[in-house]
């Protein structure tokens, strides 16, 4: 089934001299339960397209579907849709510095559903599947740079999304916590069908996503 289609994206920058184009006329169908990585030069725009498709920045122009509907991404109540529907990961993991790791796990599950004591437990059954168990009362700086980034997953994964969108999500990490984090997230793909895409400069992990896209002038071409 195709989750999310987006369809004719054009987005530019202005600038002082003018406009900076960035996508032009973009089309990407991302099938529900797929890998996807995105490579492509510094500067090229995936983080740009990573932010349309979660609904994290507006499109100057272009449609985007979520399961065949067209979602109005103004008058959508994007904050909702995206907690619930969608999960990010970021080369830079952002967890809260003054909560644990299970607290930071447990938060976007707290605010959707209100009830602290299951979104603690859902964290906690999270933390042991990315082999974080007994580092659930650590604070971030008291994990390693690949146990912050896992736990920035768990709680990527705690809303159960559609789909994971992924920045650079090892960029910050060293070859063995990379690999790590890989294998991790093929394995939520394979065992739960989650649907993940990623942009990486690293063509290795790019080829053990299903499909592998480069973003080049402003538009993807499959490799
Ligand atoms: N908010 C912004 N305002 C102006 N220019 C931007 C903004 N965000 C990104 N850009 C520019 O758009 C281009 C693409 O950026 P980005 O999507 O971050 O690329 P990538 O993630 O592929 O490195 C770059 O030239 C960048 O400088
Ligand atoms: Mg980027």
């Not at 002082?16 to 890998?35: A, S, V």
């Not at 906690?124 to 146990?147: D, F, I, K, M, V």
């Amino acid at each position: 089934m195709e989750l999310v289609a987006a369809k004719g994206i054009w987005k530019s920058y202005r600038e002082t001299e003018g406009k900076l184009e960035i996508l032009k006329g973009l089309d990407i169908y991302i099938q529900q339960g797929e890998t996807v990585a995105i490579t492509g030069e510094s500067g090229s725009g995936k983080s740009t397209l990573l932010h349309i498709l979660g609904l994290l920045d507006e499109v100057d122009c272009g449609e985007i579907f979520y399961k065949g509907e067209l979602l109005d991404t103004r008058s959508i109540k994007s904050d909702a849709f995206r907690n619930s529907k969608l999960g990010f990961i970021f080369q830079f993991h952002y967890l809260l510095e003054d909560f644990t790791a299970l607290e930071n796990v447990a938060l976007p599950n707290f605010y959707l559903t209100g009830n602290r004591k299951a979104a603690e437990q859902k964290a906690a059954e999270l933390l042991a599947r990315l082999n974080l168990t007994g580092r659930g009362s650590h604070y971030p700086n008291q994990l390693s740079g690949g146990e912050q980034q896992r736990v920035a997953v768990a709680r990527a994964l705690i809303n159960e999304p559609d789909i994971v969108y992924a920045d650079e999500p090892t960029g910050n990490l060293d070859q063995r916590h990379s690999t790590e984090l890989v294998d991790v997230l093929i394995e939520l793909n394979e065992t739960r069908g989650q649907t993940f895409v990623l942009v990486t400069h690293d063509q290795q992990i790019a080829g053990r996503m299903q499909k592998h896209y480069i973003l080049e002038n402003g538009v993807l071409r499959i490799r």
